[in-house]
């Protein structure tokens, strides 16, 4: 079956540490995206990427940073820049860069700080 | 830039009864309009968007949407909920051209009580 994945399901984080969160897909889209979930506050975009090798910055992206040097993989690290990492964190795929399509989501990963 | 406003952060009813979730959204450009479901400690999956064409768009488990564009609304209804509807439910605005990110509202907590 197609679809993304994402692990680990719950990361613990201490203090001064950087963790990655993995993010991969098997249905060929272009497009894929990093998501940061807080209670009451929807979806904020960490980063987004278009084609390998090529990022863009989305509206949260200090503390953060990705790679994309695969078309399937799209990690994102969290820095021990990022003074309140504690979130749920979904990846997302489409198809391409119109508007027309629709977001795939992975099952997401939560961030605990220790 | 576009926004989107989901006006109710919680919306309680009793299984059987009628529901509407109500979403506006603002933007200079045409957009194509969204609504995702995020069952708990899940990503978010499609329940139906618009594109063109007829302004009412239906999903397979009996919501249905309908879009008003003199009064820039998306509004999301079922007309008998289940247990099961029991999630969160997101509404999201993509321009129909140039940037293709779409915008995502805050979220409904729609909670079916027995």
């Known amino acids: 079956d197609g679809g993304i994945t994402q692990s680990p399901k719950y990361l613990f984080r201490k203090e001064g540490q950087n963790v990655t969160l993995s993010c991969e897909q098997n249905l060929n889209h272009d497009a894929m995206y990093w998501y940061r979930q807080d209670p009451g506050q929807g979806l904020r975009l960490i980063y987004y990427?278009?084609?390998?090798?090529?990022?863009q910055k989305g509206d949260i992206a200090e503390g953060y940073s990705v790679s994309r040097e695969k078309k399937e993989s799209f990690p994102l690290t969290v820095t021990s820049a990022q003074k309140n990492p504690t979130a749920f964190y979904l990846c997302?795929?489409?198809?391409?860069?119109?508007?027309?399509?629709?977001?795939?989501f992975g099952p997401g990963t939560r961030l605990l700080v220790l | 830039a576009q926004s989107v406003t989901q006006l109710d952060s919680q919306v309680p009813v009793f299984e059987e009864a009628p529901v509407e979730l109500r979403c506006n959204y603002s933007?200079?450009?045409?957009?194509?309009l969204f609504w995702y479901v995020q069952y708990p400690n899940q990503g978010l999956q499609l329940l139906l968007k618009y594109l063109s064409g007829s302004t009412l768009v239906e999903s397979i488990n009996g919501f249905e949407a309908e879009f008003n564009k003199s009064q820039t609304s998306f509004h999301l209804r079922k007309p008998s909920v289940h247990i099961s509807d029991t999630a969160e439910y997101f509404c999201?605005?993509?321009?129909?051209?140039?940037?293709?990110?779409?915008?995502f509202g805050r979220g409904t907590s729609l909670i079916v009580h027995p």
């Open positions: 999201a605005v993509s321009p129909s051209g140039g940037s293709y990110i779409p915008t």
């Open positions: 990427s278009q084609i390998v090798n090529d990022f």
């Open positions: 933007s200079s450009v045409s957009v194509y």
């Open positions: 997302a795929s489409s198809i391409g860069t119109s508007g027309r399509g629709t977001q795939y």
